[in-house]
């Protein structure tokens, strides 16, 4: 790519749009940070630990996040502050965990590069990479950043431990997936906007058996961060249907950069998050989402050779769009463009709505203790001002039983 190309697609206002909601959150971030601390130390202060913790990363962070365990009385951090500014401040911190994670994934890409030049233009090796280096990283980030920032346990983020629970899970979400892409296809296939091509089934199976693991650790890396740690924060905050728009918006720009993307593509990844969002919702856990999810990407490119958010692999199949109907299909982004696979998102969406209102245990409060800002010790009294507005407090204290 030239550096005018570079230029255009940075000045695409879908990219554009996803820095501006990156903006708002950091903003966001620093200001809870700020009126949170306010409540522990004096104004300077406070000011410094919220610009010093967001603004001076990654220098900064490990110092913050050191005195924060050895001082949570006093420092605050998202296991002392409110969940939405967790959230924010959980997401502004990772982008500073996914610019490191990248240096490896550079790394091996340069390496197999250095083998064989043509794996450097290939999509599947790359996301192959991808999938085994960066994703993995960002799943452990998160997990790290629940047990000792936020000091909750790791299964709190709806993954629970049970290899046959979780293999269940999985295998639900992944028949979901196959069965949302299977229709989408053949309704693509009977309006004539795509059709079969020849395809190198040797090829195919081998990009299966490659990518599966890529793949599904890429899906589980997106539904950890997303669905598993902000949406969660921005329930216990605003309820089911902020968090269910905040992480299927957020869902929809993170795929700003993926070659040809549009609004219209946007819009149906933002469908794709909410149905997401309302299968954990309903299961209460992350490994159902992870499977549709995994089903959904693994279907759509490796078996049946359509574009994955604008990237195409070698697949078991190939379905080409047609001349005349090919707009149905998405055109160079892939089905996730098309009008036809809103439709379906759209039928799944109001499946799993009713599934959700019906669901019983879905009309039984949170365990919103376990997830309450710890409390902070308020300080003992220094000064005469002090002293007073601590027997203030006393004397404004219920009676005892």
Same mark, same amino acid.
Not at 319 to 337: C, K
């Given at each position: 790519m030239d550096p005018s190309e570079m230029l255009d697609e940075m000045a695409s206002p879908v990219l554009v749009a996803a820095a501006g909601l990156g903006g708002i959150i950091f903003i966001a971030s620093v200001a809870g940070i700020y009126f949170d601390a306010r409540r522990r130390v004096a104004k300077g202060e406070a000011l410094v630990w919220a610009l010093g913790n967001l603004m001076a990363q990654p220098l900064g962070l490990p110092l913050y996040l050191w005195r924060a365990y050895r001082h949570p009385d006093r420092i605050p951090t998202p296991g002392t502050v409110m969940p939405w500014v967790r959230a924010a401040t959980f997401a502004t911190a990772s982008t500073w965990a996914m610019t490191l994670a990248l240096i490896p994934m550079a790394a091996i890409l340069f390496a197999v590069t250095?083998?064989?030049?043509?794996?450097?233009?290939?999509?599947?090796?790359?996301?192959?990479?991808?999938?085994?280096?960066?994703?993995?990283?960002?799943?452990?980030?998160?997990?790290?950043?629940?047990?000792?920032?936020?000091?909750?346990p790791a299964t709190s983020l709806g993954t629970p431990l049970s290899a046959g629970l979780a293999f269940g899970a999985n295998?639900?979400?992944?028949?979901?997936?196959?069965? &949302?892409?299977?229709?989408?296809?053949?309704?693509?296939? =009977?309006? !004539?906007?795509?059709? /079969?091509?020849?395809?190198? %089934?040797? @090829?195919?199976?081998?990009?299966?058996?490659?990518?599966?693991v890529p793949l599904y650790l890429s899906a589980f890396f997106e539904e950890i961060v997303l669905r598993g740690y902000v949406q969660r924060n921005l329930y216990l905050a605003w309820g089911h249907t902020p968090a269910v728009a905040g992480s299927a918006l957020c869902f929809g720009l993170m795929h700003a950069m993926n070659p040809g993307i549009g609004w219209t593509a946007v819009a149906n990844i933002v469908l794709v998050g909410v149905l997401l969002s309302l299968t954990v919702i309903r299961t209460n856990n992350l490994w159902v989402a992870t499977g549709l999810h995994f089903g959904w990407n693994l279907t759509m490119g490796p078996v049946l050779g359509l574009p994955v958010?604008?990237?195409?692999?070698?697949?078991?199949?190939? &379905?080409?769009?047609?001349?005349?109907?090919?707009?149905? =299909?998405? !055109?160079?982004?892939? /089905?996730?463009?098309?009008? %036809?696979? @809103?439709?379906?998102l759209l039928v799944g969406i109001a499946i799993a709505c009713v599934a959700v209102s019906r669901g019983s245990r879905w009309h039984e409060p949170p365990d919103v203790e376990a997830e309450r800002p710890i409390a902070a010790p308020s300080p003992e009294p220094t000064g005469v001002g002090d002293v007073a507005g601590y027997a203030n407090r006393l004397t404004s204290l219920p009676p005892e039983e």
């Open positions: 250095q083998v064989d030049g043509a794996w450097g233009s290939s999509l599947c090796v790359l996301m192959g990479i991808q999938g085994v280096t960066f994703a993995p990283l960002m799943i452990a980030w998160t997990y790290l950043f629940r047990a000792v920032v936020d000091r909750r295998l639900l979400g992944l028949l979901a997936g196959v069965a &949302l892409v299977a229709a989408a296809a053949g309704a693509m296939w =009977a309006l !004539g906007a795509v059709e /079969p091509r020849s395809a190198d %089934l040797h @090829a195919g199976l081998l990009s299966v058996l490659a990518l599966c958010s604008g990237v195409s692999l070698d697949s078991v199949f190939r &379905l080409q769009p047609t001349g005349s109907a090919g707009w149905l =299909a998405g !055109g160079e982004f892939g /089905p996730e463009a098309s009008p %036809l696979v @809103a439709a379906v």
